[in-house]
């Protein structure tokens, strides 16, 4: 049975989203009590699908850290993952590996036009930025973007292709192609979080020299 985000508890959405959390932050993102959140992160943790740890935090009580559980990350869709990682490797094994990085290619292509013509009229890098920020959003990436001293960071919580890119990283870096090209010349993107690295996101620092 298939689930839109929305369904989703918001405690999930919240550590999704912000990445471990200690109990207070929880209850004011939530604006819950700290009993209510208590509550929601026991149920979810006797579902398996939330965790907590211990940190030391100076001389003070320790403080309880939230995080999501491999469960908990797998209840985000990963769009048509099965069928999507069955042709991949179908592709590699019948036609070989040339002919799966021409599929990469042409999907490249074909993503490059789509935002390009999206981002049509937008000459500022931040309107950019926001703007491919919000079409990411749209296409289930859980995208934002923050405004930096230097430039700007796009920030992606959610990868619902993951699945694919495990299979065949080309795809990771054919994303990176498009922004670089949807971007323009003179823009410098940089990839400082990858959720295949092990981080709980992937996220592009994008900035001018």
């Known amino acids: 049975m298939s689930h839109n985000l929305e369904d989703y508890d918001s405690a999930l959405w919240l550590?999704?989203?912000?990445?471990?959390?200690?109990?207070?932050?929880?209850?004011?993102?939530l604006q819950i009590?700290?009993?209510?959140?208590?509550?929601?992160?026991?149920?979810?943790a006797t579902e398996g699908l939330v965790t907590?740890?211990?940190?030391?935090?100076?001389?003070g009580r320790p403080q309880q850290i939230w995080t999501l559980t491999t469960a908990g990350h797998a209840r985000f869709?990963?769009?048509?993952?099965?069928?999507?990682?069955?042709?991949?490797?179908?592709?590699?094994?019948s036609l070989g590996e040339q002919?799966?990085?021409?599929?990469?290619?042409?999907n490249e292509k074909s993503g490059t036009l789509k935002y390009m013509d999206l981002l049509d009229g937008y000459s500022d890098l931040e309107n950019k930025v926001n703007k491919l920020a919000k079409i990411r959003n749209k296409e289930g990436y859980m995208a934002e973007y923050q405004k930096l001293e230097n430039g700007y960071l796009l920030i992606e919580n959610h990868c619902p292709i993951c699945a694919a890119a495990q299979t065949c990283q080309g795809f990771c870096q054919s994303e990176l192609n498009t922004f670089q090209k949807v971007l323009g010349e003179g823009v410098n993107i940089?990839?400082?979080?990858?959720?295949?690295?092990?981080?709980?996101?992937?996220?592009?620092?994008?900035?001018?020299?």
């Open 15 to 29: 550590l999704k989203k912000k990445g471990p959390q200690i109990l207070a932050n929880v209850a004011s993102e």
């Open 33 to 44: 009590t700290t009993e209510g959140a208590r509550f929601k992160l026991q149920k979810l």
């Open 52 to 59: 907590s740890t211990t940190k030391a935090k100076g001389r």
């Open 77 to 93: 869709p990963d769009t048509h993952a099965d069928l999507t990682v069955k042709l991949i490797q179908l592709i590699r094994t």
């Open 99 to 106: 002919a799966l990085q021409t599929v990469i290619d042409e």
């Open 190 to 209: 940089e990839r400082v979080d990858h959720i295949l690295a092990g981080a709980r996101r992937c996220a592009y620092k994008i900035f001018v020299n």
